[in-house]
């Protein structure tokens, strides 16, 4: 997520030979959403996945090393309310997880609701790596911008992946299109 090469491509003159063509001719829409969007989508969830469970750990390991040394007492073992941020990442990356698992549960067996799981699952991870790693940068605090830990570097990332097209503005949009009946495009 740290870097894209992406870029618009023009081809000019340039004729592709039947048997190399990824599409016959028209398809390449088709093609998109049915074969790119969906493993792009999850893709990119997966790494939001990622990044919630690397946020978790290094916030947990700095719950456990971090200390009050006149209490002699870590700032896991002294305060609640930062157990209570560790326990609410925890609980937003497995349900995020089990997202996941519910996609390509539908991308292995399609039926009526699998686009809109293509939809509605890089938007919910989007959401939820923004959600975990900003608790992550709050419970660590000031250590949280350190170059000791990666939190910061991990918050950026949740925000890079929630604003790659599909957007998740843009994915919202076309989720209550899908449920209101109406014409994604």
Known sequence: MRANASAPMLLDDCEVPAGLQLTDDGGGFAAMLNVVLPL???????????????????????LKSARFEHLGQSLGESLPTLRAQLATMQIDTDGLSARIDDL??????????????????????????????????????????????????????????????????????????????????
């Open 40 to 62: 792009f989508n999850l893709g990119t969830s997966a790494v939001a996945l990622g990044l919630c469970r690397a946020a978790v750990v290094g916030t947990a390991g700095h």
């Open 104 to 185: 390509i549960d539908h991308l292995e067996r399609p039926r009526d609701t699998t686009m809109l799981r293509v939809l509605e699952t890089k938007a919910a991870a989007g959401d939820v790596a923004i959600a975990v790693t900003s608790a992550a940068m709050r419970t660590c605090g000031g250590a949280a911008f350190s170059k000791h830990m990666i939190v910061e570097r991990l918050f950026r990332d949740a925000h890079a992946g929630a604003v790659m097209a599909p957007t998740g503005d843009v994915l919202r949009e076309f989720i209550a299109k899908a449920i209101l009946g109406m014409p994604l495009f």
